[in-house]
Protein backbone atom coordinates (compact mmCIF):
# COMPACT_ATOMS: atom_id res chain seq x y z
CA UNK A 1 0.00 0.00 0.00
CA UNK A 2 1.63 3.13 -1.16
CA UNK A 3 2.07 5.65 1.97
CA UNK A 4 0.91 9.40 1.73
CA UNK A 5 3.25 11.91 1.26
CA UNK A 6 5.06 13.44 4.54
CA UNK A 7 4.12 16.47 5.55
CA UNK A 8 6.72 18.81 6.79
CA UNK A 9 7.01 20.03 10.19
CA UNK A 10 6.52 23.76 9.64
CA UNK A 11 4.03 23.79 7.32
CA UNK A 12 -0.40 24.86 8.10
CA UNK A 13 -3.02 24.53 5.82
CA UNK A 14 -6.56 26.62 5.80
CA UNK A 15 -9.81 25.43 7.40
CA UNK A 16 -12.61 23.79 5.21
CA UNK A 17 -15.03 26.21 6.31
CA UNK A 18 -13.68 30.18 6.11
CA UNK A 19 -17.28 31.38 6.38
CA UNK A 20 -18.80 32.66 9.77
CA UNK A 21 -18.90 30.26 12.36
CA UNK A 22 -22.07 28.00 12.27
CA UNK A 23 -24.35 26.96 15.67
CA UNK A 24 -22.28 23.90 15.27
CA UNK A 25 -18.91 25.39 15.27
CA UNK A 26 -20.03 27.86 18.27
CA UNK A 27 -21.05 24.36 20.20
CA UNK A 28 -17.73 23.37 19.88
CA UNK A 29 -15.73 26.33 21.05
CA UNK A 30 -18.41 26.40 23.71
CA UNK A 31 -17.91 23.57 25.22
CA UNK A 32 -13.87 23.97 24.84
CA UNK A 33 -14.15 27.28 26.64
CA UNK A 34 -15.81 25.70 29.29
CA UNK A 35 -13.56 22.72 29.63
CA UNK A 36 -10.53 24.54 29.62
CA UNK A 37 -11.75 27.50 31.53
CA UNK A 38 -11.96 25.09 34.23
CA UNK A 39 -8.91 23.18 33.72
CA UNK A 40 -7.55 26.22 35.99
CA UNK A 41 -9.69 25.38 39.24
CA UNK A 42 -9.11 21.50 38.70
CA UNK A 43 -5.02 22.29 38.66
CA UNK A 44 -5.22 24.84 41.14
CA UNK A 45 -7.18 22.15 43.26
CA UNK A 46 -4.30 19.30 42.17
CA UNK A 47 -1.43 21.58 43.37
CA UNK A 48 -2.92 20.94 47.32
CA UNK A 49 -0.82 17.90 47.20
CA UNK A 50 0.75 17.20 43.94
CA UNK A 51 3.81 18.73 42.22
CA UNK A 52 3.36 20.71 38.98
CA UNK A 53 5.40 17.56 37.04
CA UNK A 54 2.65 14.75 38.41
CA UNK A 55 -0.06 17.17 37.36
CA UNK A 56 1.41 17.35 33.95
CA UNK A 57 2.18 13.68 33.39
CA UNK A 58 -1.13 12.37 35.10
CA UNK A 59 -3.26 14.60 32.53
CA UNK A 60 -1.70 13.96 29.36
CA UNK A 61 -1.47 10.19 30.11
CA UNK A 62 -4.91 10.13 31.50
CA UNK A 63 -5.89 12.14 28.39
CA UNK A 64 -4.02 9.33 26.19
CA UNK A 65 -5.56 6.73 28.08
CA UNK A 66 -9.17 7.70 27.57
CA UNK A 67 -8.80 8.34 24.18
CA UNK A 68 -7.01 4.97 23.39
CA UNK A 69 -10.52 3.63 24.09
CA UNK A 70 -12.19 4.38 21.40
CA UNK A 71 -11.30 2.72 17.65
CA UNK A 72 -11.33 5.88 15.86
CA UNK A 73 -7.93 6.91 17.86
CA UNK A 74 -6.11 4.16 16.71
CA UNK A 75 -6.57 4.62 12.95
CA UNK A 76 -2.84 4.02 11.69
CA UNK A 77 -0.89 7.15 10.81
CA UNK A 78 2.35 7.23 8.16
CA UNK A 79 5.35 6.36 9.71
CA UNK A 80 6.68 9.68 7.45
CA UNK A 81 4.23 11.99 9.64
CA UNK A 82 5.42 10.36 13.23
CA UNK A 83 8.33 13.04 13.45
CA UNK A 84 5.92 15.74 13.59
CA UNK A 85 3.60 14.05 15.58
CA UNK A 86 6.73 14.07 18.08
CA UNK A 87 7.79 17.80 18.19
CA UNK A 88 3.63 18.60 18.49
CA UNK A 89 3.62 16.11 21.71
CA UNK A 90 6.76 17.85 23.41
CA UNK A 91 5.73 21.65 22.34
CA UNK A 92 1.95 21.63 21.74
CA UNK A 93 1.09 18.76 24.84
CA UNK A 94 3.95 17.90 27.73
CA UNK A 95 5.52 21.45 27.82
CA UNK A 96 2.00 23.65 28.02
CA UNK A 97 0.88 20.58 30.66
CA UNK A 98 3.91 21.18 32.95
CA UNK A 99 4.19 25.27 31.98
CA UNK A 100 0.49 25.84 33.27
CA UNK A 101 0.48 23.50 36.42
CA UNK A 102 4.07 25.51 37.51
CA UNK A 103 2.65 28.61 36.90
CA UNK A 104 -0.19 28.47 39.20
CA UNK A 105 2.49 27.76 42.11
CA UNK A 106 2.73 31.48 41.60
CA UNK A 107 -0.33 32.90 40.15
CA UNK A 108 -4.09 32.51 41.01
CA UNK A 109 -6.00 30.20 38.38
CA UNK A 110 -7.88 32.84 37.35
CA UNK A 111 -4.87 35.31 36.37
CA UNK A 112 -3.41 32.15 34.12
CA UNK A 113 -7.22 31.49 32.92
CA UNK A 114 -7.09 34.75 31.21
CA UNK A 115 -3.75 35.29 29.81
CA UNK A 116 -4.28 32.36 27.97
CA UNK A 117 -6.61 34.82 25.37
CA UNK A 118 -2.90 35.59 24.00
CA UNK A 119 -3.37 32.03 22.51
CA UNK A 120 -5.52 33.62 19.29
CA UNK A 121 -2.84 36.18 18.94
CA UNK A 122 0.29 33.86 18.88
CA UNK A 123 -1.68 31.61 16.69
CA UNK A 124 -2.53 34.49 14.18
CA UNK A 125 1.78 35.70 14.45
CA UNK A 126 2.18 32.14 13.29
CA UNK A 127 -0.32 31.63 10.28
CA UNK A 128 0.94 34.74 8.88
CA UNK A 129 4.92 33.69 9.13
CA UNK A 130 3.51 30.21 7.83
CA UNK A 131 1.07 31.30 5.05
CA UNK A 132 3.18 34.28 3.97
CA UNK A 133 -0.24 36.64 4.33
CA UNK A 134 -1.92 38.48 6.93
CA UNK A 135 -5.46 37.57 8.30
CA UNK A 136 -8.24 39.62 6.97
CA UNK A 137 -9.29 42.60 8.40
CA UNK A 138 -12.07 41.61 10.51
CA UNK A 139 -9.51 39.00 11.95
CA UNK A 140 -6.81 41.72 12.28
CA UNK A 141 -9.03 44.35 14.06
CA UNK A 142 -10.05 41.58 16.46
CA UNK A 143 -6.76 40.20 17.31
CA UNK A 144 -5.65 43.96 18.00
CA UNK A 145 -9.01 44.19 20.20
CA UNK A 146 -8.00 40.80 21.91
CA UNK A 147 -4.10 42.54 22.93
CA UNK A 148 -5.81 45.16 24.59
CA UNK A 149 -7.54 42.66 26.42
CA UNK A 150 -4.17 40.81 27.58
CA UNK A 151 -2.81 44.26 28.73
CA UNK A 152 -5.76 45.09 31.02
CA UNK A 153 -6.11 41.59 32.32
CA UNK A 154 -2.17 41.79 33.01
CA UNK A 155 -1.92 44.96 34.65
CA UNK A 156 -2.97 44.04 37.91
CA UNK A 157 0.16 41.35 38.61
CA UNK A 158 2.50 42.93 36.85
CA UNK A 159 3.38 44.76 40.05
CA UNK A 160 3.65 41.68 42.13
CA UNK A 161 6.87 39.81 43.48
CA UNK A 162 8.89 38.44 41.10
CA UNK A 163 7.29 34.80 41.84
CA UNK A 164 4.11 36.37 40.04
CA UNK A 165 6.55 37.68 37.34
CA UNK A 166 7.60 34.20 36.71
CA UNK A 167 4.18 32.73 36.63
CA UNK A 168 2.98 35.40 34.01
CA UNK A 169 6.14 34.54 31.73
CA UNK A 170 5.36 30.44 32.07
CA UNK A 171 1.92 31.30 30.75
CA UNK A 172 2.88 33.19 28.13
CA UNK A 173 5.64 30.76 27.12
CA UNK A 174 2.69 28.09 26.87
CA UNK A 175 1.10 30.43 25.30
CA UNK A 176 3.69 30.24 22.52
CA UNK A 177 3.80 26.88 22.45
CA UNK A 178 0.29 26.53 21.44
CA UNK A 179 0.08 29.25 18.84
CA UNK A 180 2.79 27.10 17.33
CA UNK A 181 1.07 23.54 17.40
CA UNK A 182 -2.18 24.84 16.97
CA UNK A 183 -0.96 25.95 13.55
CA UNK A 184 1.46 22.62 12.67
CA UNK A 185 -1.78 20.53 14.04
CA UNK A 186 -4.27 21.47 11.23
CA UNK A 187 -2.63 19.62 8.35
CA UNK A 188 -2.37 16.25 10.60
CA UNK A 189 -6.08 16.88 11.85
CA UNK A 190 -7.21 17.04 8.10
CA UNK A 191 -5.22 14.22 7.07
CA UNK A 192 -5.82 11.68 10.11
CA UNK A 193 -8.99 13.02 12.03
CA UNK A 194 -8.72 14.75 15.39
CA UNK A 195 -8.88 11.67 17.61
CA UNK A 196 -5.62 9.62 16.02
CA UNK A 197 -3.77 13.05 16.34
CA UNK A 198 -4.39 13.75 19.44
CA UNK A 199 -3.96 10.36 20.68
CA UNK A 200 -0.55 10.12 19.14
CA UNK A 201 0.67 13.49 20.56
CA UNK A 202 -0.28 12.78 24.36
CA UNK A 203 1.43 9.41 24.11
CA UNK A 204 4.54 11.23 23.10
CA UNK A 205 3.74 14.07 25.67
CA UNK A 206 3.18 11.15 28.43
CA UNK A 207 6.29 9.55 27.65
CA UNK A 208 8.48 12.93 27.76
CA UNK A 209 7.03 13.98 31.09
CA UNK A 210 7.96 10.32 32.77
CA UNK A 211 10.79 12.10 34.57
CA UNK A 212 9.80 14.95 35.99
CA UNK A 213 6.32 13.37 37.38
CA UNK A 214 8.36 10.51 38.47
CA UNK A 215 10.59 13.05 40.80
CA UNK A 216 7.81 14.72 41.72
CA UNK A 217 6.00 11.61 43.28
CA UNK A 218 8.59 12.18 46.46
CA UNK A 219 7.46 15.95 47.29
CA UNK A 220 3.34 14.53 46.48
CA UNK A 221 1.22 12.75 49.00
CA UNK A 222 -2.28 11.33 48.34
CA UNK A 223 -5.05 13.14 48.65
CA UNK A 224 -8.86 12.28 47.18
CA UNK A 225 -9.89 15.87 46.28
CA UNK A 226 -6.34 16.65 44.23
CA UNK A 227 -5.91 13.11 42.90
CA UNK A 228 -9.76 12.99 41.07
CA UNK A 229 -9.28 16.98 39.88
CA UNK A 230 -6.45 15.33 37.62
CA UNK A 231 -8.61 12.66 37.10
CA UNK A 232 -10.82 15.01 35.35
CA UNK A 233 -8.22 17.52 34.32
CA UNK A 234 -6.59 14.56 32.04
CA UNK A 235 -10.04 12.29 31.01
CA UNK A 236 -12.00 15.78 30.19
CA UNK A 237 -9.81 18.61 30.28
CA UNK A 238 -6.83 16.98 28.65
CA UNK A 239 -8.18 13.95 26.28
CA UNK A 240 -11.72 14.94 25.15
CA UNK A 241 -10.88 18.94 24.63
CA UNK A 242 -7.68 18.59 22.57
CA UNK A 243 -9.55 16.50 20.31
CA UNK A 244 -12.52 18.18 20.33
CA UNK A 245 -10.42 21.74 19.70
CA UNK A 246 -8.56 20.08 17.41
CA UNK A 247 -11.60 19.28 15.30
CA UNK A 248 -12.84 22.80 15.34
CA UNK A 249 -9.54 24.00 14.16
CA UNK A 250 -9.37 22.01 11.20
CA UNK A 251 -12.74 23.18 9.87
CA UNK A 252 -12.48 26.39 10.54
CA UNK A 253 -8.40 27.08 10.60
CA UNK A 254 -6.32 27.49 13.46
CA UNK A 255 -6.30 31.28 13.82
CA UNK A 256 -10.00 31.69 14.08
CA UNK A 257 -10.31 28.02 15.69
CA UNK A 258 -7.98 29.57 18.94
CA UNK A 259 -11.25 31.87 19.58
CA UNK A 260 -11.99 29.39 22.13
CA UNK A 261 -9.67 30.97 24.26
CA UNK A 262 -11.30 34.59 24.19
CA UNK A 263 -14.18 32.14 25.99
CA UNK A 264 -11.38 30.53 29.08
CA UNK A 265 -11.18 33.89 31.21
CA UNK A 266 -14.71 33.89 31.82
CA UNK A 267 -14.83 30.52 32.79
CA UNK A 268 -11.40 30.80 35.09
CA UNK A 269 -12.88 33.92 36.66
CA UNK A 270 -16.17 32.70 38.02
CA UNK A 271 -14.37 29.78 39.07
CA UNK A 272 -11.51 31.13 40.56
CA UNK A 273 -14.09 33.73 42.83
CA UNK A 274 -16.76 31.37 43.55
CA UNK A 275 -14.35 28.29 44.39
CA UNK A 276 -10.67 29.40 45.48
CA UNK A 277 -12.74 32.79 47.14
CA UNK A 278 -9.96 34.72 44.65
CA UNK A 279 -9.52 38.54 44.39
CA UNK A 280 -10.65 39.88 40.86
CA UNK A 281 -9.80 43.56 40.03
CA UNK A 282 -12.31 45.61 38.20
CA UNK A 283 -10.08 46.30 35.39
CA UNK A 284 -9.81 42.66 34.48
CA UNK A 285 -13.62 42.44 34.10
CA UNK A 286 -13.07 45.63 32.11
CA UNK A 287 -10.39 42.58 29.98
CA UNK A 288 -12.41 39.99 29.72
CA UNK A 289 -15.58 42.40 28.17
CA UNK A 290 -12.84 43.56 25.66
CA UNK A 291 -11.57 39.70 24.74
CA UNK A 292 -14.64 38.55 24.12
CA UNK A 293 -15.34 41.80 21.57
CA UNK A 294 -12.11 40.29 19.64
CA UNK A 295 -13.78 36.98 19.51
CA UNK A 296 -16.34 37.93 17.71
CA UNK A 297 -14.62 39.64 15.27
CA UNK A 298 -12.36 36.83 14.77
CA UNK A 299 -14.84 34.41 14.37
CA UNK A 300 -16.34 36.20 11.39
CA UNK A 301 -16.01 35.24 7.63
CA UNK A 302 -12.34 35.59 6.37
CA UNK A 303 -12.05 38.69 4.11
CA UNK A 304 -8.88 39.97 2.87
Known amino acids: MTQPPRIAIFTTSEGTHREAFTPSHWALAAFN??????????????????????????RVALGAGALAL???SRSPV??????????LGVVGQAAPAWLFAAAEERIASAVAGMLVSGIPIATAMVAALLMRRLPGMRQRIGLAVGFSGIVLLSIPTLGGEVG???????VLT??????????????LQQRYGAMAVTLR?????????????????????????????????????????RA??????????????????????????????????????????????????????????ERT
Open 164 to 170: SALGIAY
Open 78 to 87: ARGDWSRLAF
Open 70 to 72: FAK
Open 201 to 241: TLSVASVALIPIGFTGLARSSFEWVPVLAVIILGVVGTGVA
Open 33 to 58: GLVFGSAFLWMALGLRSLTPGVIAFG
Open 174 to 187: AVVCYGVANNLLVP
Open 244 to 301: TQLALAGRVGAPRGSVVAYLVPIVALVLGFLVLDERVEPIQLIGVVVTIGGAYLVSRA
